[in-house]
């Protein structure tokens, strides 16, 4: 192992050994002091070793392999004896250090939703989850509305990608702004935004409506991938069964067992005409970064800048 995935391997030194550890690209990012371009695929991930693959020493050394890639997101380094990213130990579970878990996070949202009647963990993110309308979401083309990635730390900034794309820098607010003017409804108490796939660096997936979901918040963490998988992969099977798209470079999501048992939340009304309810937003809020990166680098229905959204 060279001396660039030392740090990366001292993090997961640190982590208890017995359960998942899940780390975003960004923390990656700064451990090893910058991911090469071709960890932005998978077979860079592989759980395999070799003279040119000094990277993977770094979990296999310590026997984790890696469970879970959401890519341009986050990682999951998973137990190498583990069949799949589970629930995790019973907090009254020694662990190596000779400690026990103060808590089992995953545990009790499993016995919560027991208790509340859910067969599973997919059962209640389905009945708890709003995508928006199939005929809203049409009007989009498969266009992100638009430029932005994220970036909290630079959020505001207009930077040039490496492949001449001018975008602005977001924290998560430009995609919340989108569905929830796309869906002529308020935010709620307690609501997060997801993205059903990963990479919010990339501003052809980070304010697509397809790309979109609303969980309530104490379901939301279920939708990172770190510990239950399948939630992920009912998310994304669901958005490509309501609108056919998935992000360039991705595989058609396979139907999860079961999904025809799922009962969902109804979606909002569909809109009648997408780009005037987005036109009269952007004109309430000039000064917001969806209408200033509109109003300055275009967006999903200009050919450019759009002088017609006015200023602040």
Not at 93 to 100: E, K
Not at 127 to 137: K, N, R, W
Not at 182 to 192: E, I, L, N, P
């Amino acid at each position: 192992m060279t001396a660039k995935y030392a740090p990366l391997r001292l993090a997961l030194e640190s982590a208890p050994g017995d359960e998942p550890v899940s780390f975003t690209f960004a923390v990656l990012d700064e451990l090893v002091g910058g991911l090469p371009t071709s960890a932005r695929h998978r077979p860079w991930w592989a759980n395999t070793f070799s003279h040119n693959r000094p990277h993977a020493l770094a979990w296999m050394s310590l026997g984790r392999r890696v469970s879970e890639v959401r890519l341009g997101e986050a990682v999951v380094f998973s137990p190498a004896d583990a069949e799949a990213v589970g629930p995790g130990p019973n907090p009254s579970t020694p662990r190596r250090s000779g400690s026990a878990a103060i808590l089992d996070g995953v545990g009790a949202l499993a016995a919560v939703l027991e208790r509340a009647g859910y067969e599973t963990a997919l059962h209640a993110v389905a009945a708890h989850t709003v995508f928006l309308h199939p005929d809203t979401v049409d009007q989009s083309k498969g266009r992100a509305l638009f430029r932005l990635a994220r970036d909290p730390t630079r959020r505001g900034a207009i930077d040039t990608l490496p492949d001449g794309r001018s975008v602005m820098y977001d924290d998560n607010t430009g995609p919340t702004l989108a569905f929830i003017w796309a869906s002529q409804r308020t935010k709620g108490r307690d609501v997060q935004f997801n993205h059903v796939w990963g990479d919010p660096r990339n501003p052809d997936t980070y304010t697509a409506l397809w790309n979109l979901c609303a969980t309530p918040a104490f379901l939301a963490k279920t939708t990172d991938g770190s510990n239950h998988p399948e939630v992920v992969r009912l998310l994304r099977y669901r958005a490509f069964d309501l609108f056919g798209s998935v992000p360039t470079g991705e595989e058609q999501p396979v139907r999860p067992s079961g999904y025809e048992s799922l009962r969902w939340l109804r979606a909002p009304e569909p809109v009648n005409d997408l780009e005037a309810v987005l036109r009269r937003r952007l004109a309430d809020a000039p000064s917001s970064r969806p209408a200033v990166s509109a109003r300055r680098l275009g967006w999903a229905y200009s050919d450019g800048p759009d002088s017609t959204i006015r200023e602040g």
